[in-house]
């Protein structure tokens, strides 16, 4: 006879944590959170550095690259994401972050075996299935163990997952599909590595992660019958919040380039500046960690500084940002070598990712404690399907276009081209900014 387990999935749970989290707790739950969206990029971005050798071995072009990146992933993640949202705001958000993880990691695993195109793909839409639950409950459980003013500096720092496991993906990718690590091992060896990997973080994140109580450290305490808010209740609210709208289409616009450059750039430094994998893998992690981590720390701190005189501020900042990002950009994918478009790309790296932050501390708190996962994977179903399904294949799709007239420097001009939506991003942030102070909850 089996027993379900307190807090498993589709059973709803009262307060596990009695008094709010100890400062040592709350930083080891931090760090796990951490770890846990390190390897929910590390998994998705990979692809990008080893789109190289499976280039080459399963002779592909830049079209069916930019599906395997974007759509393959994006589309059941996107979309799966809403319920799985609706069902962590009334299940354990920890239950199903580590059944979430599992999947991923098991389906990145997958990858290392296929024979083809539609294997591969198919496998890539298996970690998109898992990594659909990853996130929003992630930022649920945050905005619970820390209070508000200090939101975007918690969100920031989860945020740090973002370039530092992309870094460590491209990384320890190219090392491994280059042979470093052992004789024999290939682009499918990485696949299998980083995947079993995530397989031994899921027990440890559910043994040692405690569920908090919802809403503990709000200032605005929630109503016991709003406890459990239906779909259509959260639409309700958040149509009546223009700033979520403004901010998830502005944070859309900067992610499909920022996905975009994410895949692409490795390609780039390879065909336009003749770099090795290796060199490739280093080059384009040295970015993601220098300019990232920079630009998401700064981004959150700032936010949470200006934010005290006004909270159009968390807006704002990214929005000025983003005006500066597409310059810089088109400056670097115009340098002459590699040293030059490195050093000029850690600037707008830095800048398109200040957003994180400040944007991410937005949205919980522009709704009620029980409707923040929901909410937050309203954001993330337009978010994604924009900025990795669309992103990243049309930058695909105009590189295949650009390439019988500029040949292996056709990715250098679609990612130019792509640049050009930094500036409608901003634009969106200056629009939420006028909203920001009347829709903030409290």
């Not at 397989?199 to 709000?218: H, K, M, N, S």
């Not at 990243?392 to 056709?410: M, W």
Request: hydrophobic share 55%; net charge positive.
């Amino acid at each position: 006879m089996s027993e379900t387990p307190p807090g498993a999935p589709g059973v709803a749970v009262a307060t596990t944590v009695p008094k709010p989290p100890s400062n040592l707790y709350r930083g080891y739950v931090m760090v796990m959170l951490f770890l846990v969206y390190a390897f929910n990029f590390l998994d998705r971005q990979i692809i990008s550095i080893l789109a190289i050798p499976i280039r080459d071995e399963l002779n592909l072009d830049d079209r069916q690259l930019g599906l395997l990146g974007g759509i393959a992933f994006a589309l059941l993640y996107s979309v799966l994401g809403v319920p799985i949202a609706w069902l962590a705001d009334r299940t354990n958000r920890v239950w199903i972050i580590t059944i979430s993880l599992g999947i991923w990691s098991g389906f990145t695993a997958l990858c290392g075996v296929a024979q083809n195109f539609w294997q591969l793909f198919g496998a890539r839409v298996g970690v998109g299935v898992g990594e659909a639950g990853g996130v929003a409950p992630s930022y649920s459980l945050i905005a619970d163990y820390f209070p508000p003013q200090a939101r975007a500096r918690a969100l920031a720092f989860y945020s740090l997952g973002i370039p530092l496991g992309s870094a460590f993906g491209v990384i320890a990718g190219a090392q491994i599909a280059s042979g470093n690590v052992g004789d024999g091992l290939d682009w499918r060896w990485a696949f299998a590595i980083v995947g079993l990997a995530g397989l031994v973080l899921a027990p440890i994140f559910r043994l040692t992660v405690r569920e908090p109580a919802r809403g503990q450290l709000d200032t605005v305490k929630m109503d016991a019958k709003a406890a459990k808010p239906s779909f259509f209740a959260v639409i309700a609210v958040l149509l009546k919040k223009p700033a979520f709208w403004f901010l998830t289409f502005g944070a859309a616009c900067s992610s499909m380039m920022g996905y975009g450059v994410f895949f692409w750039v490795p390609s780039f430094f390879a065909r336009s500046y003749g770099l090795d994998l290796v060199t490739t893998g280093w080059m384009f992690g040295g970015l993601l960690i220098i300019g990232g981590a920079a630009g998401i720390i700064l981004g959150g701190f700032i936010s949470d500084w200006v934010g005290k005189k006004s909270k159009a501020w968390y807006a704002l900042v990214p929005g000025i940002a983003f005006l500066f990002t597409m310059p810089f950009y088109a400056v670097g994918v115009l340098a002459p070598n590699a040293t030059v478009a490195f050093f000029v790309f850690i600037i707008p790296n830095a800048l398109a990712l200040a957003w994180l932050g400040p944007v991410l501390a937005a949205f919980q708190n522009l709704v009620p404690a029980s409707m923040r996962t929901l909410a937050s994977s309203v954001f993330l179903l337009i978010n994604n399907l924009l900025g990795i399904g669309v992103g990243i294949y049309v930058l695909g799709e105009l590189s295949t276009i650009l390439a019988p007239t500029f040949g292996d420097e056709s990715l250098r001009y679609s990612i130019l081209i792509g640049s050009c939506l930094y500036l409608v991003a901003a634009g969106f942030m200056f629009l939420a900014a006028r909203w920001l102070p009347r829709n903030w909850e409290g």
